[in-house]
Each structure stands twice: as structure tokens, then as C-alpha cells.
């Protein structure tokens, strides 16, 4: 059974980071496109990052760019979300995702990613 795992998520004072991060239970993982999103209460799941299979390129929301870093090692079948600059916006769920492509378009779409991870806590108080 295919698996995404998140961890890393927590509590954190404003202006303080964190790294998450997401395995993937198979090899296969390392030639698809990657992504990170995030869904605070009562609010839809929405786009935060994703990086190509090779880790070439990446794309972020604005709100976390200049903050946040998506990376990858594929020989660890796993990705990872540096956040710093932390704000109490940023709380939320967040989950890993992958999409069966290597072809980086539309990744900021949930609709287009195959494979989601349970999601991990991140609650950034004030």
C-alpha cells in the first residue's frame, strides 16, 4: 500500500521555524512531482509548494515565499518543508503530496496530485 508520512509538525512561537517532513513508502516516488499543502479550520486546502522530481524547480505560494524552502532527496524517498518566519496565518494542517507526472504543471491544484499524506499539525502562536 502506497504511503505518504508526514512529521515534524508542532507548536511554535511567531518568528520561529520548523521542518516537516514526508516519506514515501515507495521508490517509485522519486520521478514524481511533490507538493505541500495546508488547510486551516473552516478554511478550503490550499497550495504552499512543490519541487520536481530531480528537485530542478520549485514553485511556492506568495505568502510563503522568501519564508519557506521545499527539498528533496530521492534516495530517501523523502521530502521535506523548512518553514521559518513563522506566523499565527500559517497554522493549519499540513500535508504531503504526490502526483503520478513529472511534468510541473498545475501543481499548485489539489485535484492533481494522486497521493496525500494524513497531514501534521503545525500552530504557530503569537
Known amino acids: 500500500q502506497v504511503q505518504l508520512v508526514e512529521s515534524g509538525g508542532g507548536l511554535v512561537q511567531a518568528g520561529g521555524s520548523l521542518r516537516l517532513s514526508c516519506a514515501a513508502s515507495?521508490?517509485?516516488?522519486?520521478?514524481?512531482?511533490r507538493g505541500w499543502f495546508r488547510q486551516a479550520p473552516g478554511k478550503e486546502r490550499e497550495f504552499v509548494a512543490a519541487?520536481?522530481?530531480?528537485?530542478?524547480?520549485?514553485y511556492y505560494t506568495d505568502s510563503v515565499k522568501g519564508r519557506f524552502t521545499i527539498s528533496r532527496d530521492n534516495a530517501n524517498n523523502t521530502i521535506w518543508l523548512q518553514m521559518n518566519s513563522l506566523k499565527p496565518e500559517d497554522t493549519a494542517v499540513y500535508y504531503c503530496?504526490?502526483?503520478?507526472?513529472?511534468?510541473?504543471?498545475?501543481?499548485?491544484?489539489?485535484?492533481?496530485?494522486?497521493?496525500w499524506g494524513q497531514g501534521t499539525q503545525v500552530t504557530v502562536s503569537s
Open positions: 503530496a504526490a502526483r503520478r507526472t513529472n511534468y510541473f504543471v498545475d501543481v499548485n491544484s489539489a485535484r492533481s496530485y494522486d497521493y
Open positions: 515507495e521508490r517509485t516516488f522519486s520521478s514524481y512531482v
Open positions: 519541487i520536481t522530481w530531480n528537485g530542478g524547480s520549485t
